[in-house]
């Protein structure tokens, strides 16, 4: 029986396969590391990584990565100080992805801002051959310069250029494209390729069944105490607010086994490090229930997300705090219910030169009377939402009616101006009365009383004097001068 | 070629059976006219036809006649290129389409793509290759088993037979591939 085979090879294939196993086994650890500094740049755009260590054990399906960095050390992306992974080898070896544990502690993301508007990241617009067989679809309102644009103005850019260019960037493997690292060039055809059509169909159901049942399941990933540090190197400030420690946690993502149908998890709650708390939770319902979103920023210092956005807004907007709260949002792929409530304290509104009129008035009035009503109450209003999670509806529901506002803001404004022209008036009625008195009376009253009589009795009679010697001097008159408080605005 | 000739040596010093020249001849018809490569683009093993990688390995282990084989290989290789391959789809494609139902096809791209058997070149090359190697392994068999106590008696004492066994290929595999 044994003469058939060759006894040699049997032998040698043996050996390389025992060889393998405790090479695997026990030369895990310089494998991973080996493979994570050969693939791993392809998953950050190119970005050089360094790590301290790392470590793999296979047979229990555990890796980790601590003190790892991606990018240069001048120009960091992303730092680490330890990542773990834990996964099942049971689902690996029938094909599923089953992640039980992932975890990022001591979290860093760098995102830095160049001197010419572009983020550090940015792998460019794609070669003027590319730009010029598709190029951007123009916008309504151009965008400003590069180098002038603020944060959101980058992304919208960014954003724009990937839906442009998608399959550009796909192949190029930068940032954009999930860090591929770049497809594989298609392999050439065979020599005589085909096969039945009714197989392609087989294949096709197989593939449509097979999407749906999905091959990947996360039950936990945290990532621990994240942080990122931004900055904008044309001002030298942060691009956004320091966050003071974040905590991101995904539970039950992917397809779940067994059929079951708990909710997918995304939560997070943290503090900025000028101020204010963010909490969110995100649940995605996977029995045809309603999926629910729960966001609160509470007393977000105002400066620190205008920044964001400064060139869109049409007022400057510095100082005070803002409070956000979205609670009980829920929707679903036909509908979406809830409202988010927004409330403004303390802030200071500047007009722009691209500032409207508001409710008629111009920019500079109408900031100046904000200002002076936001200085007492804080201004609030609730955004309802409406319609489908693709095309909501905004309906605005101002708990601070800001006709009110504005109308008390005007009414003690004439207010105060009507006592100070009052208290003008009544001066110059007391002076009036003296010289009166002293010219009627002359030194008869001097005589008597004594020479300050003109004096005592201007002073004795001044509060009278308003409403009993202002007729009688012609201070009716005056009362066309006083002026009319600025009429309600029509709807 | 030189391969061949020292098989061909250590045939007549007597160090081969002729059951290993038949085998050779028929993995050599098979492993050509299988496609090695992965014909439905994406079910293949790193662009390999796992079928053709599973032939190599049996090929391997058996004791068949590497050279023979490998001559054969270059051979319908070249004729595959000619016109065989051709012949093979062809041939593929007949029987996926016209001769068998269709859940057999259907069931082979679902139990095991990377076979490639669903494929008309896959499946008519494997199939081409099993009868075109039966065809040349038995007479080939026959053949050396016939002539064999022939041929060792006229030329296995010959230096150049003895010079050629102990070839520089056999010198640096020793056994693990004799």
Known sequence: MFKFFRKGFLVLVTVALLLIVIGVAFGADALFSRALRTWGPSAFGGQPIEFSDAELAIFGGRAGVSDFRAGTTENPLLELTHGGLEVSVAA??????????????????????????????????????????????????????????????????????????????????????????????????????????????????????????????????????????????????????????????????????????????????????????????????????????????????????????????????????????????????????????????????????????????????????????????????????????????????????????????????????????????????????????????GGKLDGVLGGDAAAGLGGTLGEKAKESLGGLLGGGDKKEEKPKPPQKPKD | MFGFLRQFARLLSGKVAPFEIGLGAFFGALLALTPSVAVDPGTGLAGFSVLWLMLLFVFLALRASIPVATFLIVIFELLERLFLGNLTAGFGRFLLEDVMPQSFAIGLSSAWPSAQLHTWWGFGGFLGGILLGLALALPFHALTKRKLPAWRERFGQSRAVRWTDRSLTQRIFGWWLS
């Open chain 1, 92 to 441: 690996a070896l029938s094909g599923r992805v089953h992640v039980q544990n992932a975890e990022l502690v001591g979290t860093r993301l760098h995102l830095i801002v160049l001197e010419d508007g572009t983020l550090a990241v940015d792998p460019g617009p794609p070669p003027p051959e590319v730009q010029a067989g598709k190029p951007v679809p123009p916008r309504e309102r151009p965008l400003p310069k590069a180098e002038n644009r603020d944060l959101v103005q980058i992304v919208t850019e960014y954003w724009e250029r990937y839906q442009t260019y998608k399959e550009y960037y796909d192949d190029y493997g930068g940032i954009f494209s999930g860090g591929s690292g770049g497809s594989e060039p298609a392999a050439a055809p065979a020599r005589f390729p085909g096969k039945p059509s009714f197989v392609t169909e087989a294949q096709e159901r197989r593939r449509i069944e097979n999407a749906a049942q999905g091959v990947f399941w996360l039950e936990r990933a945290a990532i621990d105490d994240f942080r990122w540090e931004t900055v904008d190197r044309r001002t030298g400030k942060p691009v956004l607010p320091e966050l003071k420690g974040f905590t991101f946690a995904l539970e039950n993502l992917g397809t779940p086994p067994n059929g079951e149908t708990m909710p997918a998890t995304v939560r997070g709650d943290g503090e900025l490090a000028e101020g204010g708390k963010i909490g969110f939770r995100l649940d995605l319902a996977r029995d045809g229930a309603d999926s629910a979103l729960e966001f609160s920023a509470l007393g977000v210092p105002t400066d620190t997300l205008v920044a964001l956005a400064k060139n869109a807004l049409p007022f400057q907007v510095s100082g005070g705090a803002l409070d956000l709260v979205a609670d009980g949002l829920r929707f679903r792929d036909d509908a979406l219910v809830g409202r988010v409530r927004v409330e403004l304290r303390g802030a200071n509104v500047q007009a722009r030169r691209i500032s409207p009129k508001v409710m008629g008035v111009d920019a500079e009035v109408f900031c100046q009377l904000l200002n002076d009503a936001m200085a007492s109450s804080p201004v609030a209003f609730s955004i309802v939402l409406g319609g489908t999670p693709t095309r909501p509806t905004f309906d605005v529901e101002n708990e601070t009616d800001l006709g009110d506002l504005l109308g008390g803001a005007v009414k003690a404004e004439v207010m105060r101006r009507a006592e100070a022209l009052i208290d003008e008036q009544a001066g110059k009625l007391q002076e009036k009365a003296g010289e009166l008195l002293n010219e009627k009376l």
